[in-house]
């Protein structure tokens, strides 16, 4: 069995790979398919809402297992190697100083989940007003 540690030491690292995420997607020198796919794996990896809720048994928390460590491996396929390494250390750096907190991006991922939320409410209110 593997150790508590382990484990710690493991979802320290996707943290911080996560947050070099954050840094590339922002980085003039990352190409715009690799901005774009590393935003929505922060994104998702940042939000509190999840396609599986955690309440849901043993799947609630499978795509925080699977889904978020398979993104961050992608979207490191896509950034420049020595782009990645350098926002890297500055995550490491700022993470050392205490967590970052960016209230901009939270209110952007509240924004994006409350519009797709009312953009299925539209999308069944029209359907049933079809079928009535």
């Known amino acids: 069995m593997v150790a ?19 840094l590339a997607y922002r980085d003039p ?11 929505c794996v922060v994104g998702y ?3 509190p809402i999840d396609v599986i809720p955690d309440f849901i048994p043993i799947l609630g928390h499978l795509d925080d297992l699977v889904l978020v460590p398979l993104g961050v491996l992608a979207a490191r396929r896509m950034i420049p190697a020595a782009i990645l390494a350098e926002c890297r250390e500055r ?3 700022v993470l050392r100083e ?19 939320v009312a953009g299925a409410v539209w999308v069944m209110v029209r359907l049933l007003s079809r079928g009535a």
């Open 29 to 39: 020198r990352v190409p715009w398919h690799a901005k774009a796919f590393a935003a």
């Open 98 to 116: 205490g967590r970052p907190v960016s209230r901009v991006a939270a209110v952007l991922i509240v924004a994006v989940w409350l519009a797709v």
């Open 4 to 22: 508590p540690r382990s484990w710690k030491h493991r979802a320290r690292s996707l943290h911080e790979e996560v947050y070099a995420l954050y």
């Open 91 to 93: 995550a490491r750096e």
């Open 45 to 47: 990896a940042l939000s």
